[in-house]
């Protein structure tokens, strides 16, 4: 089969498509003809080797964790899923099995999804069946960005008329935050470069900060000298946060997507609270992200579509280039 393929630690400039064995399912697997897979920063955090002491990676190594796809087979045990079957989600590469202690529940694995055909565990609710009406590259884009805005939303337990200040709001998981906001009828202030305006607008955000034209904080400030009653930060790095947090009311809540993640104890004497927020799959939340992508509360922002042969020019542009909700690479296309 086609894949993408990296044969050692580095920058997306190590990925090439190549020729590799198809993966078979084991115990528990399912295999999984790809027709869709969309990249997240991740990927290439895996990839530059920065988890290599904890996860050593196996070479070749094929990126990828979303996809939507059909499944082709299926090995022992697995009663949940049956060849035929249109399925969409995602799971982490197979070598976090390593790191499984630090996980609640072991992780979801899969060879890697930026390929022909994956493997992956069956029994996660990270995967679930792709309805009909839910195209397989917008089924694609939906899971890490996706369930990372869910969980966003409940860490956050907004209230009606709050205001949110949403910094980095056209990438993929900002491009799901805002519009879920929107819809909780939260009034969001997002972040953005003037030329996404109207893009961010779209999204549900009801005031545009240029990030570019503007000192951000003294910009934030000049809006809400009151502060927002919550920040949710998918792009400015740990060090920023803090000053970041002066945007908030007293007791207002900084909930933080972005990695690497600061420390918490950064924010000891502050007087708003700090999270992480991770986004895991709870058993049925890849339902509800297609029923909302049905009823129109959660648009499915794909800001490029690539073929597989153009797969490592797309994560190039995934780091280098400006890019709008979820870069998705297109099996056959
Ligand atoms: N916690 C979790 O479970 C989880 C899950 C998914 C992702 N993440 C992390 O969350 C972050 C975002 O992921 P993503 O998939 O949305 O990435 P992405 O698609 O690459 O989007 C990143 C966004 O940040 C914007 N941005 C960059 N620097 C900025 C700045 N200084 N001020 C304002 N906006 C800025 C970018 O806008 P421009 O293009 O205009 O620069 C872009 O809109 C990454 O660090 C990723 O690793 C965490």
Known sequence: MKAVVARDYGSPEVLAVAEV???????????????????????LRSLSGVLAGLAPLRFPHIPGSDFAGRVTA???????????????????????????????????????????????????????????????????????????ALAVLRAGRFQPGESVLVVGATGGVGSAVVPLLAAAKVHVVATAGA??????????????????????????????????????????????????????????????????????????????????????ARLGDLDELAARAADGTLPVSIGRRYRLEEAPRAYRDLVREHTRGKLVVVMGA
Do not use: K, W
């Not at 064995?21 to 990927?43: E, F, Y």
């Not at 060090?239 to 002066?246: C, E, F, H, P, T």
């Open 195 to 280: 030329a996404d305006e109207a893009y961010v607008r779209g999204l549900g955000s009801a005031e545009v900060i240029d990030r570019h034209a503007a000192d951000l904080v003294a910009e934030a400030v000049r809006r809400r000298p009151d502060g927002f009653d919550a920040l949710v930060n998918t792009a400015l790095p740990g060090s920023r946060l803090v000053d970041a947090g002066r945007l908030l009311r007293p007791g207002g809540r900084l909930l933080n997507v972005a990695f690497p993640s600061p420390d918490p104890g950064d924010f000891d004497g502050c007087d708003f609270t700090f999270e992480t927020v991770y986004g895991g």
């Open 21 to 43: 064995p198809v993966p078979l399912p084991g115990p528990g697997q399912i295999q999984v003809r790809t027709a869709a897979a969309a990249l997240n920063p991740a990927d």
């Open 74 to 148: 299926i090995g022992a045990g697995v009663d949940r899923f049956a060849v035929g079957d249109e399925v969409f989600g995602t799971a982490l590469p197979r070598e976090t099995v390593q790191m499984a202690s630090m996980f609640a529940a072991p992780p979801s694995l899969t060879t890697g999804t930026v390929a022909e055909y994956a493997v992956l565990e069956a029994d996660t609710p990270a995967l679930a069946l792709r309805p009909a009406a839910l195209a397989a590259d917008r089924a694609a884009a939906l899971p890490i960005a996706g369930l990372t």
